[in-house]
């Protein structure tokens, strides 16, 4: 998907409603699963399914390449150095107007695997003046495919069909 409008929107904006992400991949025990992100945060404490999302950001300045965004996003909020080779998976728009830009690779989490990410910081509780900070993402796991496809936007779905479809090419 390709944003050719002419509008006059100013670049910052348009940035800001692009991003990149990887989608890890594994097979246990010839079970294909994937690895997805639960947001971090106060908003979504109690939310399960339809909130996780692959984990993914946004182009810094000076940026070009989105794989380049995609794999300094996943290390980030997964603090795992992701290795190629990447399988593109294209494009989805989020219902928010955001294009996410994916590709998916072939790993797993180390032995003694502990989640670190970056944090963020918000006025919490709503309206009463104090900040705090939270993580970006909270958690990360593997889901198999049936289970990640409930638990992930429902938007990013295609991005889990497409990473099936390439498999399933590649294996026949």
């Not at 797993?108 to 939270?134: I, Q, Y």
């Amino acid at each position: 998907m390709t944003d050719n409008s002419t509008d006059n929107k100013p670049a910052e904006n348009k940035r800001k409603r692009t991003s990149a992400g990887l989608l890890m991949y594994r097979f246990n025990r010839h079970t294909l699963e994937v690895l997805i992100a639960h947001p971090g945060g106060p908003f979504f404490r109690n939310k399960d399914d339809g909130v996780w999302s692959i984990p993914k950001g946004e182009p810094d300045d000076g940026e070009a390449e989105l794989l380049e965004t995609a794999k300094r996003e996943f290390e980030e909020e997964t603090g795992i150095k992701p290795e190629s080779p990447f399988l593109p998976l294209g494009s989805i728009l989020q219902k928010g107007g955001k294009t996410v830009y994916g590709w998916a690779f072939e790993g797993t989490l180390p032995d003694g695997f502990v989640h670190k990410c970056n944090s963020f910081e918000t006025e919490w509780p709503a309206h009463s003046g104090k900040k705090m900070r939270f993580l970006e993402i909270d958690k990360v796991d593997f889901f198999d495919i049936h289970k990640a496809k409930i638990k992930i936007k429902q938007t990013q779905v295609a991005l889990i069909e497409r990473l099936e479809e390439i498999l399933k090419n590649n294996i026949s």
